[in-house]
């Protein structure tokens, strides 16, 4: 697996490409002579394709260390996202409307607490310390006696911090409060047991972890008060929460990337902590340069640094043909400084200039060294041809 | 493909800023507006723009255009400088027209150096 010769692939925290072995699962599931049924029919193609959705959601439960009957099928992340805040919310209405999370999560997170805020419930927006991670003194202060939800991504998409998702749980469950987690990074590439996490509903998808665009799951743990409204209605399909036929090429494949996932994680995480680390030793003298997050806590695989005196866009181009992120690859063509790197206390400027790295499976040595060479030369460059700055 | 937001002609002017550096010694400017610096200088012989340099921190569109802009003028006359237009820049690279405003900023300060080159002796203008 390499990626095509003109570009050099740093975003792999935007999307991954499809590892070989599960286009070849998937593509069995296509056409006439492959398991093509729709498997809620009763005949034996459906039962066959059927099998293959258990099978994946097997795999996927393997991963996840929950029960197969706690997974329910989406078309990705943000539907997840969405399905887990909104469905809650209402869901729980009836017992009080407050809700809780923080600036800095997605905005298939985000996004949806605000149309939440315009229905009448109220949020409470935790700001981040200057890595990013949440003050467990101020969740538990946040929390009323009618907080519903709170909802804290495991690892940010921009920056990499990871949060405590075992402590800002295990307050939630003191709390009779649900919590949910992003974990569309994390899944696949940092060890997740939800038996025996303090986690009620989480959000993932199989492109970040070398599966299909366009499947995603979602967790619900089995437990007194966890439940969900529906988000979309007809058909019935998984217990009626999220009906529609099932996408089962896509399904299929998202539970093998998950198996693969699963069995390589640990030399997953040594390949990307040593490219990680590689890149960072050679753009760490640049004058000016600010690692954006967490060192101690930060996911192995993303690197976001900001530069002093440099504009951003400009930086963007002179890196080509690196393809790397200037924040959420959802924001990037906004041009708009990172919401989320502003609330770390980013300046504007800073947070236009700043660059995510993210390494992944096929990452060299060779590309992080071009990247490396690129940023430095780049920097230099536009440092060069920029004016003074008046006082 | 999704569209690219820069056209052959910016790529091509970013990707060699030959005007970009150090500024000549002689009639100068600068501007500072909208997120953007922009510094240009001129030197002039027999009422003919000779040289042109600029510096600018800003995006894509504005490095491209100040290039452009040098390209465009050298061997001019000098007084052509007091009726640059950016709309016609904004049509040639192109820019995209949320970026007028910092297009208009280099404008200002190419007619703010047109006025400068015309009352200082060393413009050889006037």
């Keep these: 697996m390499s990626a ?9 925290a935007a999307t991954t490409p499809v590892d070989a072995r599960v286009v070849d699962t998937m593509s069995q599931l296509f056409a006439v002579e492959g398991d093509f049924g729709n498997p809620s029919s009763g005949h034996l193609a459906g039962r066959r394709s059927g099998a293959r959705v258990e099978q994946a959601t097997a795999q996927l439960a393997k991963l996840l260390g929950c029960r197969e009957s706690e997974l329910v099928w989406t078309s990705g992340a943000t539907e997840s996202d969405n399905l887990a805040i909104a469905g809650a919310a209402r869901y729980r209405a009836d017992r009080g409307r407050h809700l809780i999370t923080m600036p800095t999560e997605h905005k298939a997170v985000t996004d949806m607490f605000s149309v939440l805020e315009r229905e009448g419930f109220e949020v409470t927006w935790l700001q981040p310390d200057e890595f990013g991670l949440v003050a467990m003194d101020d ?11 709170v909802s804290i991504m495991h690892v940010n998409n921009e920056t990499g911090v990871i949060q405590d998702i075992e402590a800002i749980g295990s307050i939630c469950r003191r709390h009779d409060v649900l919590f949910h987690v992003d974990a569309a990074q994390s899944v696949g590439k940092l060890p997740l047991d939800l038996a025996s996490m303090p986690i009620d509903l989480l959000s993932t998808t199989a492109h970040k972890l070398y599966g299909p665009k366009g499947v ?31 996408a089962v090429p896509l399904i299929a494949g998202f539970g093998h990337a998950a198996e693969i996932a699963g069995a390589r994680m640990q030399d997953d995480l040594a390949h990307l902590r040593a490219l990680r680390d590689r890149l960072w030793d050679g753009i760490r003298d640049v004058e000016g340069i600010l690692r954006n997050g967490s060192e101690d ?3 192995p695989g993303i690197l976001n640094v900001s530069v002093e005196d440099v504009e951003g866009e400009s930086l963007l181009l002179s890196l080509e043909p690196l393809c790397v992120a200037t924040g959420s690859a959802c924001n990037s063509k906004d041009r708009e400084p990172s919401s989320i790197l502003r609330a770390l206390g980013r300046s504007d400027e800073l947070a236009q200039s700043a660059v995510r790295f993210s390494v992944g499976r096929p990452t060299t040595t060779a590309d992080v ?23 | 493909m999704t569209d690219d937001p820069y056209s052959d002609r910016v790529r091509e002017l970013f990707a060699d800023l030959a005007h970009a550096g150090d500024l000549v010694d002689a009639p100068r400017v600068r501007a500072d507006d909208q997120g953007l610096r922009i510094e240009l200088s001129a030197t002039c012989d027999d009422g003919v723009l000779e040289t042109l340099r600029f510096r600018a921190w ?26 640059f237009r950016a709309a016609d820049l904004m049509q040639t690279l192109p820019v995209p027209t949320e970026k007028l405003g910092r297009i208009l900023v280099l404008e200002d300060a ?17």
Excluded: N
């Excluded at chain 1, 969740?139 to 009618?146: K, N, T, V, W, Y």
């Excluded at chain 1, 990247?371 to 440092?383: F, G, H, I, P, T």
């Excluded at chain 2, 894509?60 to 100040?66: G, N, Q, S, Y």
């Excluded at chain 2, 190419?110 to 006037?126: A, C, K, M, W, Y």
């Design chain 1, 4 to 12: 095509p010769a003109d570009i050099v692939y740093l975003d792999y």
């Design chain 1, 139 to 149: 969740l538990e202060a946040a929390i009323r006696e009618d907080t519903q939800l």
């Design chain 1, 216 to 246: 995603g799951a979602l967790y619900i743990a089995d437990r007194p008060g966890c439940h969900v409204q529906p988000l979309i209605h007809g058909g019935g399909q998984q217990r009626a929460l999220r009906p529609g036929t099932l």
């Design chain 1, 297 to 299: 806590a930060g996911f």
């Design chain 1, 369 to 391: 060294d071009l990247a490396a060479d690129l940023y430095r030369s780049a920097v230099q460059s536009l440092r060069e041809l920029a004016p003074r700055r008046t006082a």
């Design chain 2, 58 to 83: 800003g995006c894509p569109h504005v490095l491209a255009a100040a290039e452009s802009f040098c390209r465009d003028y050298e061997g001019r006359p000098c007084p052509d400088l007091l009726d």
């Design chain 2, 110 to 126: 190419v007619r703010s150096l047109g006025q400068s080159v015309r009352h200082d002796p060393t413009g050889e203008t006037e």
